[in-house]
């Protein structure tokens, strides 16, 4: 798909990705990678005795799950694509071990900021799946070079 053609999907749902599981077993990794081994995360038996009732992924594990689902839908045709930042971002529910979750994905803004760049701002939202409210809500901006 080219970036004009996805213009025309602003203010649309551009997809849903597929289901991705949260393990123990990817969220230990992530707490190596990161160095953020806080209980919560990584000690089955303490996190039983919090509110959680076990252990939850990082925020940080979800979010930096975007850019895997994104790429579930149709590919746009561009030379490359950076991530930009967020304009919000919300850790809305924790995503306890085993769960598993997918994201929404809607244009809000698709813009060419200078020939050949592009300016894209996503609604994301990660689901979990059974649960009402989702893991968190983002607006993602990313810079496409055409």
């Known amino acids: 798909m080219k970036l004009q053609d996805l213009q025309a999907s602003v203010g649309q749902a551009i997809g849903t990705s597929g289901w991705v599981l949260i393990d123990q077993d990817r969220i230990n990794k992530f707490a190596d990678t990161t160095d953020d081994h806080q209980f919560i995360h990584v000690d089955v038996e303490a ?18 799950l975007l850019p895997s689902l994104m790429n579930q839908l149709e590919k746009v045709e561009v030379q490359m694509t ?11 529910s924790p995503v306890k071990t085993g ?8 244009l809000m ?3 060419e900021k200078r020939p050949g760049q592009w300016q894209q701002i996503t609604e994301v939202t990660i689901e979990i799946e059974g649960e009402d409210k989702p893991a968190l809500i983002a607006e993602w901006i990313l810079q496409h070079y055409a």
């Open 47 to 64: 996190a039983k005795k919090t509110p959680f009732g076990g252990t939850i992924a990082h925020g940080f594990l979800t979010l930096s």
């Open 82 to 92: 950076v991530n930009y930042g967020f304009n919000k971002m919300r850790f809305l």
């Open 99 to 106: 769960k598993r979750v997918r994201g929404h994905f809607k």
């Open 109 to 111: 803004e698709l813009e």
